[in-house]
């Protein structure tokens, strides 16, 4: 058995994407800073059969989270796939022209050194094992820069170029890294952005590691 690790679990396309993975055979390391988000969240999965662990860590934090998906790894099992998706704070949506060079280091840090510190903790593994999947959620800032949200749009678009580079440089060694773009809500009722259908969408991207950049639907114009 291998592990499906997801860095910023929660209630709604968390918690559909790790019934998606799960569902098939994978374990499922659910990371969060939140114990009680945790503890409910494993809980939902046992009832439906699913093998799933808790791991506490804050991406801000890269020790904790270097650490958490260590302990995901020796607890349920290698890592195969991991997907990078935590929720970004308010306070990193400051307009382009108010923003200051303070007002980037946590967007940064979120968006570029947490996932080069999950990347680098789950690759070893995933070269042992000879493939892998690496997932990257994106709103729409990142392909398309807003002006009233610059610290999302310029970390998400380093992000964008960090793992575009993941992806030409991993793919001879059967290690596929995508991004999948999502540019609006995600609503229960959307026909292309609920968290079903994006769960779907994600392990379709896994299965048929067919290029970097997807949409879950066409940016609004």
């Known amino acids: 058995m291998t592990t499906f690790a997801l860095v910023g679990a929660g209630p709604g396309l968390g918690l559909a994407t790790a019934r998606r993975f799960g569902g098939v055979g994978h374990a499922v390391a659910l990371i969060s800073r939140s114990a009680e ?17 808790g791991f506490t860590a804050d991406v801000l934090d890269t020790e904790s989270l270097d650490a958490a998906l260590y302990a995901a790894a020796a607890a349920l099992g290698p890592i195969e796939i991991l997907r990078y998706s ?3 704070r308010a306070d990193f949506m400051k307009p382009v022209l108010g923003a200051t060079a303070d ?22 593994g995933m070269r042992r094992l000879g493939r892998g999947t690496l997932l990257f959620v994106n709103g729409g800032s990142a392909v398309r820069p807003h002006p009233d949200r610059a610290g999302t749009s310029i970390a998400f678009a380093a992000e964008s170029a960090y793992a575009r580079m993941l992806h030409d440089a991993l793919a ?50």
């Open 37 to 53: 988000k945790l503890d409910a969240l494993t809980a939902e999965l046992a009832r439906d059969g699913i093998q799933a662990g």
């Open 86 to 88: 935590p929720v970004p």
């Open 103 to 124: 007002d980037l280091d946590a967007p940064l840090a979120f968006s570029v050194r947490g996932p080069v510190t999950a990347v680098n903790a789950v690759l070893p």
């Open 172 to 221: 001879a060694e059967n290690i596929h890294a995508a991004q999948l773009i999502i540019p609006g809500a995600i609503r229960p009722d959307a026909e292309h952005s609920s968290p079903e259908v994006l769960a779907g969408r994600l392990y379709d991207i896994h299965l048929k590691r067919d290029g970097f950049r997807h949409y879950a639907e066409p940016l609004p114009d």
